[in-house]
């Protein structure tokens, strides 16, 4: 299982000088991968292209670009874009993002997002392999080809927790990203269904991409008011409350990673027994970041 660090752009990472010196010294670390999250502040494509310049070993991904406001030979032309960046280090994963954004912040329609998924994915895998595409569906309608010479294709992950976004994303994607999702609902729901919609489509097995909070502290309970208060809001999105119900989790401080050493381990090692393919691992604002980063370096080096 490879061990990745994800930042989502804020403090001293919220400047392009911050977020360089940030990826270095994650690569530096030795962790396989940096993983960015898609937010309000620096643009996550633009972000890892430069990354990619001003590293040369660690794996980069995004952990996720919405699809809703880019068009996806607009996201296979950035994504190939960054692979040539990064000299094929890029992973792109999208999602649907939620309607609260999509409509409420950005004006646009969220009706019927599956169907908006399958469309985009046909267009977009075989665009990101610089192939022309032909395509007339009920939303996109193509007839267009994208040429990057320095890139051949991306592997794609799509954040997909319900059981048709499951099925597309083992049928046309690489695998699945996940957010708010607990060890249990990834082994009994998630990891089976993606599995099994990549086997019938004659796939790989896919990626399994899970994300999940970090923070080493000394008392999970002394810290489990600021958790719950800082997580609540993923609790009311209806995608990550019905992931919450599955794994029976009052809100998403109940399965954090979160604790001591001890707490911690016990977490990594149950996730890559399940079949978590890539931990993308976000650190939380208790405790002490570097600590639990270097932590989860020892975490690495006791793997290798």
Known sequence: MKIGINTAGIGPEGTIDGMIEQAKKIEQMG???????????????????????????????????????????????????????????????????????????????????????????????????????????ELYKTNAMITVAESKGASVVVAALGDVMLKLAGTYADGTITWMTGPKTLETHIIPKISKAAKEAGKPAPRIVAGMPFALVAD??????????????????????????????AGPADFACVGSEKDISAAIRRLRDIGVTDLNCTLLGVGDRDLTMQFLQSELKARA
């Open 220 to 249: 999970k309970d002394a810290v489990r008011d600021r958790l719950e208060r800082g997580l609540k809001m993923y609790g009311t999105l209806k995608s990550y409350r019905a992931m919450l119900d599955l794994e029976g989790a």
């Open 31 to 137: 962790f396989d991968t940096l993983w960015i999250a898609s937010m309000f502040g620096l643009d996550a494509m633009m972000s890892m292209a430069l990354i990619g310049r001003e590293t040369s070993r660690i794996k980069l991904g995004t952990a996720v670009v919405p699809t809703y406001p880019r068009h996806p030979l607009t996201m296979a032309q950035e994504a190939a874009t960054v692979q040539a960046a990064s000299k094929g280090r890029f992973t792109l994963g999208i999602g649907l993002s939620h309607q609260p954004v999509i409509e409420g912040a950005m004006g646009m329609s969220y009706d019927r997002p599956a169907r908006h998924m399958r469309e985009y994915l046909q267009i977009l895998m075989p665009a990101l392999r610089n192939e022309k595409v032909q395509f007339a569906g």
